[in-house]
């Protein structure tokens, strides 16, 4: 019998890419594919079998996959997985994030822990030194910036590639993830904190609570915002400073949702359930690799 592409106690953590090639990680090194509009999934495991956190592509298809104990796992077009753990201490080895941003992969994880690397994901640097607090995201900024949504409630910016860094404090609740579109940005975290920045990243405005429960990912696409979470939550916003809708339809599973990933029509919401959002429309991928 083959493999089924679900697995009961499956939970998944991160997702990258569009509808033509998706990628998503997960528990004990599960690594799910999806092609042809993400209708067909394949599954493999890695064989270190730990947790990964997150993945990201290159535009020229180079796969990083990223999770606990420093893995690293790299994958080139047409190849197969290569194995390339980073040096991380005995203490707060998880890597939390990867992404590929203006050229570089990035990856931030505990402890403090930033690497970059080139496009083909072949030497790490690791920037800056050791510190007592967990780099959950990095993503991009206007003009240029970096921005890690960090533990304690802080948000760290470079405007110089990241080699240095300036902090922001907002509140104490850790802070899951940041996205902007031009000079709006949007910040999320634990117990439903929220804040909206209009210039770029220089002042930050907390948002009117919509929910209580921990947001773990905020995305945007073409002036739409999307927020997930813990217990499903699933908001959407196009004034993010204020008007948030629960937007979850029927179906969507109460648990917890770590990723949100815009593709051509909709949302692929990653969690306890993997789930494609068109247009207010719920489609589950099952067991067998499809909807």
Do not use: C
């Amino acid at each position: 019998m083959s493999q089924p592409v679900l697995e009961r106690r499956d939970m998944f953590f991160g997702a990258a890419g569009d509808l033509d090639s998706l990628w998503v990680v997960g528990q004990d090194g599960a690594i799910l594919h999806g092609v042809d509009g993400a209708t067909q999934w394949s599954r493999e495991v890695l064989p270190t079998r730990t947790n990964l956190q997150a993945v990201a592509v290159s535009p020229a298809g180079v796969v990083v996959a990223v999770g606990n104990l420093g893995d690293l796992w790299l994958k080139a077009p047409g190849q197969a997985w290569s194995h390339a753990p980073l040096p991380v201490g005995e203490v707060g080895g998880k890597l939390l994030d990867v992404a590929f941003i203006d050229g570089h992969f990035w990856v931030s994880g505990e402890m403090g822990v930033l690497f970059r690397a080139g496009p083909d994901a072949g030497n790490w640097e690791r920037l800056g030194d050791e510190q007592d607090v967990g780099f959950n995201a990095i993503r991009p900024g206007t003009g240029g910036d970096l921005w890690i949504a960090a533990e304690f409630g802080r948000l760290l910016r470079s405007r110089d590639g990241g080699q240095s860094w300036s902090t922001l404090e907002l509140g104490s609740e850790s802070l899951r993830a940041v996205a902007f579109e031009g000079q709006v940005g949007v910040a999320v975290g634990n117990a439903g904190h929220a804040y909206v920045s209009r210039d770029g990243g220089d002042s930050w405005n907390a948002v009117a609570p919509f929910t209580t429960d921990h947001l773990h990912d905020v995305v945007v696409k073409e002036g739409l915002w999307s927020v997930v979470g813990d217990h499903g939550v699933y908001f959407q916003s196009r004034t993010p400073s204020e008007a948030w809708q629960d937007v979850a339809p029927a179906g969507l599973s109460k648990g917890y949702f770590t990723r949100v990933l815009p593709v051509a029509g909709g949302n692929l919401l990653v969690g306890q359930q993997l789930a494609m959002i068109e247009a207010g429309r719920l489609t589950v991928i099952t067991a067998g690799g499809r909807p």
